[in-house]
Nanobody, 123 residues
């Protein structure tokens, strides 16, 4: 199970860091997985926004590139998303996902959401 936390309300231009706890994963399984973040804006479908491969290579959707930073701490089985220069369009529920590294592309993340998500509201 993946459990997201750290969401909240922030004004446009502000920052938030959200986290994903994967404590039910073994360290080996976590460190070998491609991990990512998916968001769902109100009234819209899920969208993969960022992913990180086991070796640290990262991918971002165009709308967040340069503003969001995905990172992982394999020692803590935790995934992070640092979000800076937030915009109202970033509002939504953010979910984390874990997939096999051979499928490490943003569109593949949406179907692998397992946690409850964390709400981010930018006004």
């Amino acid at each position: 199970q993946l459990v997201e936390s750290g969401g909240g309300s922030v004004q446009a231009g502000g920052s938030l860091r959200i986290s994903c706890d994967a404590s039910t994963y073994t360290s080996s399984s976590f460190s070998r997985s491609c991990l990512g973040w998916v968001r769902q804006a109100p009234g819209k479908g899920r969208e993969g926004v960022a992913a990180i491969e086991p070796d640290g290579v990262t991918y971002y959707t165009a709308s967040v590139k340069g503003r969001f930073t995905i990172s992982r701490d394999n020692a803590k089985n935790t995934l992070y998303l640092q979000m800076d220069s937030l915009k109202p369009d970033d509002t939504g529920t953010y979910y984390c996902a874990a997939i096999h590294p051979t499928r490490c592309v943003l569109p593949s993340l949406s179907s692998e959401v397992r946690g409850p998500g964390t709400q981010v509201t930018v006004s």
